[in-house]
């Protein structure tokens, strides 16, 4: 299924888990700045910054900051005097943060860290977020635990992650449609963390929780191509024997068909849930 035309691109869904490691970090970067391009993605992390600067914080923590991006948003809507810590565990992704944030670098500090034993003390931070990470991280229970140590008592935790239970794409075989769904949820580290969200916050010492699912649907094919790595995962599935290639091969034909008649679509749900510690 790989297209010999297109250029070596690295398994994202488990990349992630080391960027460092992977052996093409900028396939790390583009990914991340193709997803904050799409408006689902953009106005997600907007309504984020919206409940991060309407609790008017001294101290911001950006957990697994990655390239920067929502560093340097941050920076721009919030107060002169807020100052904004990215933690990363990439050290790559962080010399990129460094450029991205350079007309920040007063207020913006940048720390090389491990989520699940933040090098922050306690109550640190007024606000906390993390953004589509916990999905990479095999013990997400431990993360959340870790932002609401750093978190001060009063601060606000914020968070979007990922439902991969619910990726659908279209096809006329629901088994085969169904494999795909569990193939690609098992490839996360965590593919389920989106709906435990609210639980692992409440488990976690926070109060007034609010969950909200967000809903992505993609018409287009090669976008969806993108942002779900479509063919690259018909070639895992086929090298897993998950799926035949005749099979992989129908599953593509027929996605292609769809998009020619106007009945190709694709989806899932994310939840953005937030909530106080209480102080």
Known sequence: MTDPARPPQQYLAAGFRDVDTSGDTTAYTRCLDLLSDIPFF????????????????????????????????????????????????????????????????????????????????????????????????????????????????????????????????????RETSARLTRFWRDSFASGRVGKDLAGLFRDAGFTEVHAEPRMLTIVGLSLAEKVFDIRMLLDRMIQAGALTPAEATGVWDELVRRVQQGTFSSGYTGYLVWGRKPG
């Open 42 to 173: 953009r106005d997600v992390k907007e309504e984020s910054f919206r409940i991060i600067a309407q609790t008017k914080p001294e101290r911001v923590l950006d957990a697994g900051c990655g390239a920067g991006t929502d560093l340097s948003a941050l920076a721009s809507i919030l107060p002169p005097a807020t100052l904004i810590t990215g933690i990363d565990a990439s050290a790559a992704l962080l010399a990129i943060a460094t450029e991205r944030t350079a007309a920040h670098r007063d207020r913006c500090l940048l720390i090389r860290g491990d989520l699940t034993q933040i090098p922050c003390r306690d109550g640190a931070f007024s606000c906390s977020r993390i953004d589509r990470v916990l999905q990479h991280i095999p013990d997400p229970e431990r993360v959340i635990r870790e932002l609401a140590r750093v978190t001060a008592p009063g601060g606000t935790l914020v968070a979007f992650d990922n439902d991969w239970d619910t990726l659908s794409i279209s096809l006329s075989n």
